[in-house]
């Protein structure tokens, strides 16, 4: 997973030799000889700063592909914001409005916006810039309750199991505690749910979202989880942007992680796991206020 590969080209005609792009390099791959930037490490993050701050745009990597971020559903400048240029208070006011979206208008998400959110998700940062995530689009209504009934099978088959009393315990005995602990925390709202879901067809688990974003990601890169955690966060913001609501669902997560069969239908290989979903869809809720948090923690540190 971890290609290290140098893909980086400097151009000696245009190199200017000011050295910025060998201070902002994370690994040494670049360094000053006779008043130009050369390569001379043996590795590279490709993570595309030098190219970024190059005044001469000496500089490509070849790793990166420059259509990777274009956009099929909006605009936006191919420029650098210099830190303190972006309105905070906007931001914030941003942040604060996205709500876990639990009820959705009967209306599909256009393919387009749904790409566009993955790309989005990608411009997150990654543990050693593996960029190792790949995000699986269910764009209709039909699609999502195929994967609700393979996660409602799946929790039926663990309630099965979590209310056999002797298997638990077993378990617990060969420090295996987590079927015990599901049996406290969640096996009741879990059956509740289930029971809900085939009386009614109310669907507990992505609240009837007409589509869905599935985030995986390679498990041999560095961070996988926070990576695609970090892409999750990006997308739920800039889908309040769109217009539609999203909500984080862990219970799919759950069900998903431990369930080859699910990550196979859901296009994921051996090496892949999965780490968010994502109930995406246009939101039939509409607030008059922000919410408050709860009292925020925090200290300095002695020293
Ligand atoms: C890791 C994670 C998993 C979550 N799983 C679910 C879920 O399975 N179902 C659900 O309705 N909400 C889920 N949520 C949404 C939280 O309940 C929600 O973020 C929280 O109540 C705060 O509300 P807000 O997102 O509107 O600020 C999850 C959130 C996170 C961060």
Do not use: I, Q, V
């Given at each position: 997973m971890l290609n290290r590969q140098v893909t980086v080209r400097i151009n000696p005609e245009l190199?200017?030799?000011?050295g910025l792009c060998v201070r902002v390099c994370p690994k040494n791959t670049l360094s000053l000889e006779d008043g130009r930037a050369v390569i001379t490490g043996k590795?590279?993050?490709?993570?595309?700063h030098c190219a970024a701050v190059c005044p001469t745009e000496a500089i490509k990597v070849?790793?990166?592909?420059?259509?990777?971020?274009?956009?099929?559903?909006f605009h936006t400048a191919d420029i650098w914001l210099k830190p303190?240029?972006?309105d905070v208070g906007f931001l914030v006011q941003l942040l604060r409005s996205r709500r876990s979206c639990r009820n959705f208008k009967d209306k599909q998400v256009e393919c387009r916006l749904l790409e566009d959110l993955a790309r989005i998700g990608a411009t997150a940062p990654s543990g050693s810039n593996c960029q190792p995530w790949s995000f699986a689009l269910l764009e209709d209504r039909y699609k999502v309750i195929k994967l609700a009934d393979m996660i409602g099978d799946f929790y039926r088959r663990l309630n099965k199991m979590a209310s056999n009393v002797l298997l638990r315990e077993l378990m617990a005995l060969f420090g295996k505690r987590e079927l015990k602990l599901y049996s406290r925390q969640h096996m009741a709202t879990v059956a509740e749910a289930l029971d809900l879901w085939e009386a009614t067809?109310?669907?507990?688990?992505?609240?009837?979202?007409?589509a869905l974003m599935v985030i995986g990601a390679?498990?041999?890169?560095?961070c996988p989880a926070e990576d695609s955690l970090l892409a999750a966060a990006n997308i739920l913001l800039a889908a309040h942007c769109m217009g539609l609501g999203s909500c984080l669902i862990g219970f799919a997560v759950e069900a998903i992680s431990r369930d080859r069969q699910i990550r196979h239908w859901l296009?994921?290989?051996?090496s892949q796991a999965v780490y968010a979903v994502i109930a995406l869809g246009y939101p039939n809720e509409k607030y008059q206020r922000l919410a408050q948090r709860m009292p925020i923690s925090m200290h300095y540190v002695d020293a």
């Open positions: 190199c200017n030799g000011c590795e590279s993050m490709n993570c595309g070849d790793a990166l592909d420059k259509h990777a971020l274009e956009f099929a559903t303190g240029t972006f067809g109310k669907d507990p688990l992505f609240h009837g979202a007409p390679d498990k041999n890169a560095s296009g994921f290989n051996d």
